[in-house]
């Protein structure tokens, strides 16, 4: 194992997603590939913005991403990683995770289980069980 990737939104269960896969790049010796990938507004809506809006949306996007990054490298360092990457994009979440992760040559995917019940879960969909359909990798969901 020589790349783990790890995907936060800053939520607690993404905390746990960040803990676990940094212990598991620890115990392995491999690096730590943190992602956070934002969800933009839906286009139908963008289009009413003005260019200036567009331009603070996409700052703020992209500071709330850098803060995200941020937190979870720190809890990443308390545990005493040596290589943390970060990635942040845009786009549709579960495949963006996914385009990174071969890009990256990740090894696994580590995700937090979002906390809807299982009936909710199917009719809606969540990121971690299109990554668990989708991916060419070894994905681990925790809880």
Same mark, same amino acid.
């Given at each position: 194992?020589?790349?783990?990737?790890?995907?936060?939104?800053?939520?607690?269960?993404?905390?746990?997603? *960040?803990?676990?896969?940094?212990?598991?790049?620890?115990?392995?010796?491999?690096?730590?590939?943190?992602?956070? *990938?934002?969800?933009?507004?839906?286009?139908?809506?963008?289009?009413?913005?003005?260019?200036?809006?567009?331009?603070?949306?996409?700052?703020?996007?992209?500071?709330?991403?850098?803060?995200?990054?941020?937190?979870? !490298?720190?809890?990443?360092?308390?545990?005493?990683?040596?290589?943390?990457?970060?990635?942040?994009?845009?786009?549709?979440?579960?495949?963006?995770?996914?385009?990174?992760?071969?890009?990256?040559?990740?090894?696994?995917?580590?995700?937090? !289980?979002?906390?809807?019940?299982?009936?909710?879960?199917?009719?809606?969909?969540?990121?971690?069980?299109?990554?668990?359909?989708?991916?060419?990798?070894? *994905?681990?969901?925790?809880?």
């Amino acid at each position: 194992m020589k790349r783990i990737l790890v995907a936060t939104d800053g939520s607690e269960g993404a905390d746990r997603a *960040v803990d676990y896969a940094a212990q598991w790049a620890r115990d392995q010796g491999a690096e730590l590939l943190i992602v956070n *990938v934002v969800h933009g507004l839906p286009e139908q809506l963008l289009r009413n913005f003005t260019h200036a809006q567009h331009a603070w949306l996409d700052e703020l996007f992209e500071s709330l991403a850098a803060e995200t990054l941020g937190k979870a !490298r720190e809890r990443a360092h308390k545990i005493g990683i040596g290589t943390i990457l970060l990635e942040s994009r845009s786009g549709d979440v579960a495949p963006t995770i996914i385009d990174i992760a071969r890009e990256m040559h990740a090894d696994a995917i580590v995700v937090g !289980r979002r906390g809807v019940g299982q009936a909710a879960g199917l009719l809606l969909g969540s990121v971690s069980q299109k990554l668990v359909s989708l991916a060419p990798l070894p *994905v681990s969901v925790i809880p």
